[in-house]
């Protein structure tokens, strides 16, 4: 596609359930990143993926987060028996390769409530 | 990464240039400045970096001190879709993760 994408655009979960967020990077964009941003506040970056390498998880808060990359394309952030601080918009972003000044394009990212 | 400071928020009357200043004192050499904003419930957008010299592009101009500790952006002839949060970063372009660390940017609104 043209852009990056994320779906859902908007979700509503209870407390304690589990959510997935979807992120279509850029074809060919090899270097994949999830970041998360509460509400006026900056962007708190999660976890990055580079080709086949071991993705960099430093940024994940609590086990509760994981995130998989299938095929060096689609990712999938899962949040585990969710709380009312999860409540946030995830973005995600993608770059040609990693470090490539102009290459990060972000998604218009998933705006996650959890009631 | 080095850390940047910015004014929390600014007003630009529309048509007139914007001119949204950041301070990295503590900046080291190999470290470009970049410059994102984010437009209300939208991604953030790259607009422009630079390592030392002056850039400009479509969107908007870069002037670097010489001593590379602050920088400013410029938005030449601001509208009303320049109204975002404009966020300054330095940074290496290659290293481990390559993620961006955002601080809290300034809150431009242009009005008429």
């Given at each position: 596609g043209?852009?990056v994408?994320?779906?859902?655009s908007?979700?509503v979960?209870?407390?304690?359930?589990?959510?997935e967020?979807?992120?279509d990077?850029?074809?060919?964009?090899?270097?994949?990143?999830?970041y998360?941003?509460?509400?006026?506040q900056?962007l708190?970056f999660l976890?990055?993926?580079?080709?086949?390498s071991?993705?960099?998880?430093?940024g994940?808060?609590?086990?509760?987060f994981?995130?998989?990359?299938?095929?060096?394309?689609?990712?999938?952030?899962?949040?585990?028996?969710?709380?009312q601080e999860?409540?946030?918009?995830?973005l995600?972003a993608?770059?040609?390769?990693?470090g490539r000044?102009r290459g990060y394009?972000?998604?218009?990212?998933?705006?996650?409530?959890?009631? | 990464?080095?850390?940047t400071?910015q004014?929390p928020?600014m007003d630009c009357a529309?048509?007139?240039?914007?001119n949204l200043?950041c301070?990295?004192s503590?900046i080291?050499g190999?470290?470009?400045?970049?410059w994102?904003?984010?437009?209300?419930?939208q991604?953030?957008?790259?607009?422009?970096h630079g390592?030392?010299?002056?850039?400009?592009?479509?969107?908007?101009?870069?002037?670097?001190?010489?001593?590379r500790?602050?920088?400013?952006l410029?938005?030449p002839h601001?509208t009303l879709r320049?109204t975002a949060?404009?966020?300054?970063?330095?940074?290496?372009?290659?290293g481990?993760?390559n993620?961006?660390?955002?601080?809290?940017?300034?809150r431009?609104m242009?009005?008429p």
């Open positions: 043209a852009g994408s994320q779906s859902p908007n979700k979960t209870e407390k304690g359930k589990d959510v967020l979807r992120c990077p850029i074809s060919g964009h090899t270097a994949l990143y999830w998360r941003q509460s509400l006026g900056g708190e976890i990055y993926f580079q080709g086949n071991a993705p960099d998880k430093s994940l808060p609590s086990d509760r994981s995130a998989e990359r299938t095929g060096g394309s689609v990712s999938t952030l899962t949040i585990q028996r969710t709380q999860d409540s946030a918009v995830y995600c993608s770059s040609l390769e990693a000044e394009t972000f998604g218009s990212g998933t705006r996650l409530t959890v009631v | 990464d080095a850390k400071t004014p928020s529309e048509g007139r240039a914007a200043p301070n990295h503590t080291s190999n470290e470009y400045v970049y994102y904003r984010q437009i209300h419930s991604g953030p957008q790259y607009i422009i390592l030392k010299n002056n850039e400009t592009n479509e969107m908007a101009s870069l002037i670097i001190t010489e001593d500790k602050s920088s400013t410029i938005l601001a320049d949060v404009y966020y300054c970063i330095v940074r290496v372009p290659l481990a993760g993620m961006l660390t955002f601080g809290g940017g300034t431009l242009v009005k």
